[in-house]
């Protein structure tokens, strides 16, 4: 089988990462389409309420999850600079490491899911008419979980080789399925959430045999070979040295996350309602810029590994420019047309939709500083640098929006939709200003390193 790869240290960048990064921003609106199938069908054959159920348990399941996906992003890194070092041996075992670890990931991740998502949901004050339901679309999403972490990891693989087409093939394929799967248990079967949360599970197991497929039939260093897997310590512990930041941040990323939404949960069932549509019109912004995030991670992981700092300095230029275009026109154009939009995933609430439309305008318009955020973090981790993004991203954005929202959000007269939304913007700015002057300065450092060495 011939390997669809991409050499990142050699030829026009700008052509080369913007080739890269469609495919990848192609791969995540299916992604994200899993969940707004979800949405729009329960939406429309299940109403408001429901709605909100499967909204509410997005940053639940985000906070539990992303420790592990973390791993995942230390895995694609540790390829990226095994490759850019022409490194055959720590690729290999790299890819077989990383497997077995994302099954083990998946099983932790079962049982804790499985059996914390009432008490999780509770605790984020969901209200009554919608937490069983919350609880059962978390608990069967949770069985699958373990083909949802197959996929994250061997993605991050293929992507650190060079290719993104395949994941986007695959996730076309599993998102067909599961909009199908969708329509038959809750119009059929009369399943509700629960069916769409099954849909949701048999989707992902589809697109990790898919994964595992490519990965088993490559004939460079990325081959998976089932009887050859093994964890390698100093693999791992690379792996790790890296994911585990990642993974810490996006978890402390996503309790700021919760307690916003148990902000919007306190203004009862409509509000989440629409601020559930909107997360999710908002989601495809974010994967979009993202998506560059994570081009800019593997083209600094590569050149950073060949030791070619101008090209490193370059794709900070590009990436920057790139996503911010990118997070510009999509997400100004997610506030314009938000009535219609919104109106596609809730039919029976005038008042919802107007919710989901207030959190467009604070969120999706200037949207694109969460971008340049993102991107700067992506070109930290592909410096090897893990544990400074955490710090700063924490602080910045974690820390500072459980601060306002129990300072400047709970004086009365600020106790508004509005106000909350407001600390992402904030929060964005000082994160991304902090981020790229370090990065910056580590570039820099590496630069004269390197250079001293070849003296």
Excluded at 20 to 49: E, K, W
Excluded at 316 to 340: E, N, Q, R, T, W
């Amino acid at each position: 089988m011939k390997n669809k790869t991409t050499d990142m240290t050699q030829g026009p960048l700008l052509n080369q990462l913007v080739i890269y990064t469609i495919p990848i921003i192609l791969t995540g609106v299916l992604q994200l389409l899993f969940n707004a199938a979800d949405l729009v069908v329960v939406g429309r054959y299940c109403g408001s309420i429901s709605v909100g159920a499967v909204g509410a348990t997005g940053p639940v399941i985000n906070l539990i999850t992303n420790l592990f996906i973390g791993f995942s992003v230390g895995s694609g890194v540790s390829v990226a600079h095994a490759i850019g070092a022409g490194k055959e041996e720590d690729v290999r075992r790299v890819v077989r490491t990383s497997i077995p670890l994302a099954a083990i990931c998946g099983l932790i991740l079962t049982v804790v899911g499985v059996c914390g998502a009432e008490y999780i949901l509770k605790l984020m004050d969901t209200p009554d008419d919608a937490i069983k339901l919350s609880t059962l679309y978390m608990r069967i999403y949770f069985c699958g979980i373990t083909s949802s972490m197959l996929y994250n990891f061997g993605a991050a693989i293929l992507r650190a080789a060079g290719d993104t087409r395949s994941p986007l093939i695959h996730l076309t394929i599993a998102g067909v399925l599961n909009v199908i799967l969708n329509l038959i248990f809750v119009i059929v079967f009369d399943m509700n959430v629960g069916g769409v949360a099954l849909a949701t599970a048999i989707s992902q197991t589809l697109s990790a045999f898919l994964i595992l497929r490519t990965l088993a039939k490559r004939t460079d260093n990325c081959r998976l070979v089932l009887k050859e897997m093994h964890i390698y310590k100093r693999q791992l512990l690379r792996i790790l040295q890296i994911g585990f930041p990642a993974g810490i941040q996006g978890s402390l990323f996503s309790i700021s996350n919760v307690l916003i939404q148990s902000s919007v949960n306190s203004f009862g069932s409509i509000a989440m309602s629409g601020n559930a549509a909107a997360q999710n019109i908002e989601g495809f912004v974010y994967t979009a810029m993202n998506s560059v995030s994570q081009s800019a991670l593997n083209f600094t992981g590569q050149n950073h590994g060949a030791g070619k700092y101008d090209r490193v300095r370059k794709t900070m230029y590009i990436s920057l420019g790139f996503v911010a275009v990118v997070g510009l026109i999509l997400g100004v154009s997610s506030y314009i047309f938000s009535k219609p939009l919104l109106s596609i995933y809730i039919s029976d609430s005038a008042e919802a939709v107007q919710y989901g439309a207030v959190r467009l305008l604070y969120i999706c318009v200037p949207y694109f500083l969460c971008g340049i955020m993102d991107v700067s973090t992506g070109l930290l981790r592909g410096l090897g640098s893990s544990i400074l993004p955490m710090i700063i991203t924490v602080a910045g954005v974690c820390g500072f929006r459980v601060v306002w929202i129990y300072t400047i959000f709970r004086i009365p007269e600020y106790h508004t939709l509005e106000v909350l939304y407001i600390s992402y913007i904030i929060s964005w700015t000082m994160t991304f200003v902090v981020q790229i002057t370090l990065f910056a300065i580590l570039l820099h450092l590496k630069k004269k390193k390197s250079a001293a060495m070849a003296v």
